[in-house]
């Protein structure tokens, strides 16, 4: 056997032991389960970055087959099908030197995989629907939350039941919202696992740092465009538009939601609040009634380029520029209409 097929036979046998341990940390320590979880997809990752996929399936297919001896051959599969598709996506991300950007979006396309196929096995193995388990695991809360006295909790309550509403309605308007969800689970999971990356030897790019997060004008302008589209959806003759508008008019405003709190934690950071205030705070009013301030303010940063009229005043050793680094603030600076 030559050494480097050795080689990759070696780590891939480590890997898939690792993989194991995790798996059974994850189960049965409870403080570390959660915490666990976004560690599993790693050892596989690691294997298609060093030896390529093939090298990484048979690692997988190694944890699986030591995983059925504690778990049971059903109970293993299903462990292993939760991470083994994103942790060979970010793989093959990594190995092609791949910006962040287009790894986690990689990522995201494993998840809705790992979803669906979830779906399937509990279907067909368990003889579950998850997805109505869901449904009435929110109902449950709806019924909790409208018996309550806190007007907070009642408006909570009428969200929720119209969401559900629209979900039983009209399914096809949640597919923006589900894929925005993914992005946003795959984005985590990378967060989570690039320090273990680099650790290991394995250059993972950096996230564009939160405060210089942004899109194209051009998004802004097919929001427009998106507009009319569902102003025209709405002629009798045009209704079969309707779910194509209503997922691009969402999709759109998850977009511009997560620029607007960029913007916001600009600006809080650049007025001297810490990281974790700034972070809490952007974040919480993109979910409160004040979204769509959020939304429009985003809007506006990506149209008018709001936070580079405010780059030439950011001092030299300001924190707030080291955190972005040079090479986004450049980008920022682009940002102001000629």
Same mark, same amino acid.
Request: glycine letters at 8%; proline letters at 5%.
């Given at each position: @056997?030559?050494?480097?097929?050795?080689?990759?036979?070696?780590?891939?046998?480590?890997?898939?032991?690792?993989?194991?341990?995790?798996?059974?940390?994850?189960? $049965?320590?409870?403080?570390?389960?959660?915490?666990? !979880?976004?560690?599993?997809p790693a050892p596989a990752a690691a294997v298609?970055?060093?030896?390529?996929?093939?090298?990484?399936?048979?690692?997988?297919?190694?944890?699986?087959?030591?995983?059925?001896?504690?778990?049971?051959?059903?109970?293993?599969?299903?462990?292993?099908?939760?991470?083994?598709?994103?942790?060979?996506?970010?793989?093959?991300?990594?190995?092609?030197?791949?910006?962040?950007?287009?790894?986690?979006?990689?990522?995201?396309?494993?998840?809705?995989?790992?979803?669906v196929l979830a779906v399937l096995f509990t279907?067909?193995?368990?003889?579950?629907?998850?997805?109505?388990? @869901?449904?009435?695991?929110?109902?449950?809360t709806v019924r909790r939350l409208a018996a309550?006295?806190?007007?907070?909790?009642?408006? !909570?309550?009428?969200?929720?039941?119209? *969401?559900?509403?629209?979900?039983?309605?009209?399914?096809? @308007? *949640?597919?923006?919202?589900?894929?925005?969800?993914?992005? /946003? *689970?795959?984005?985590?999971? $990378?967060?989570?696992?690039?320090?273990?990356?680099?650790? !290991?030897?394995?250059?993972?790019?950096?996230? !564009?740092?939160?405060?210089?997060?942004?899109?194209?004008?051009?998004?802004?302008?097919?929001?427009?465009?998106? @507009?009319?589209?569902?102003?025209?959806?709405?002629?009798?003759?045009?209704?079969?538009? #309707?779910?194509?508008?209503?997922?691009?008019?969402?999709? /759109?405003?998850?977009?511009?939601?997560?620029?607007? #709190?960029?913007?916001? $934690?600009?600006?809080?950071?650049?007025?001297?609040?810490?990281?974790? #205030?700034?972070?809490?705070?952007?974040? $919480?009013?993109?979910?409160?009634?004040?979204?769509?301030?959020?939304?429009?303010?985003?809007?506006?940063?990506?149209?008018?380029?709001?936070? #580079?009229?405010?780059?030439?005043?950011?001092?030299?050793?300001?924190?707030?520029?080291?955190?972005?680094?040079?090479?986004?603030?450049?980008?920022?600076?682009?940002?102001?209409?000629?």
């Open positions: @056997m030559r050494p480097l097929a050795t080689r990759a036979v070696t780590e891939g046998a480590l890997m898939a032991a690792l993989t194991v341990v995790l798996v059974l940390a994850a189960a $049965y320590v409870p403080a570390l389960g959660f915490v666990l !979880t976004f560690f599993l298609t970055v060093r030896h390529g996929p093939a090298a990484a399936f048979l690692s997988v297919a190694a944890a699986a087959v030591l995983l059925a001896l504690f778990l049971g051959p059903v109970q293993a599969l299903g462990a292993v099908l939760s991470f083994a598709f994103l942790g060979l996506a970010f793989g093959f991300g990594l190995r092609r030197r791949w910006d962040a950007g287009r790894t986690i979006l990689l990522g995201a396309l494993a998840v809705a995989v790992t979803a279907r067909l193995v368990f003889h579950q629907d998850i997805l109505a388990l @869901m449904r009435d695991s929110l109902d449950s309550s006295r806190l007007p907070s909790a009642r408006a !909570t309550a009428e969200m929720l039941q119209a *969401m559900l509403k629209q979900i039983r309605e009209q399914p096809l @308007m *949640m597919i923006a919202p589900a894929a925005a969800a993914v992005v /946003a *689970m795959s984005a985590v999971y $990378y967060a989570a696992m690039r320090p273990l990356f680099r650790r !290991t030897g394995v250059e993972a790019p950096r996230l !564009t740092s939160f405060a210089a997060w942004t899109v194209p004008r051009s998004v802004a302008w097919a929001w427009l465009g998106v @507009m009319g589209l569902t102003l025209l959806s709405l002629r009798p003759e045009w209704k079969w538009l #309707a779910p194509l508008a209503q997922n691009l008019s969402y999709a /759109a405003v998850a977009v511009f939601t997560a620029v607007g #709190a960029s913007v916001a $934690y600009f600006f809080l950071r650049y007025w001297g609040l810490g990281v974790a #205030a700034a972070g809490i705070l952007a974040v $919480y009013a993109s979910l409160t009634p004040l979204g769509q301030v959020v939304v429009l303010l985003g809007l506006w940063d990506v149209l008018a380029g709001l936070r #580079a009229r405010f780059l030439d005043r950011l001092p030299a050793g300001h924190p707030l520029r080291a955190e972005i680094g040079e090479a986004a603030l450049e980008r920022l600076k682009g940002r102001v209409p000629q």
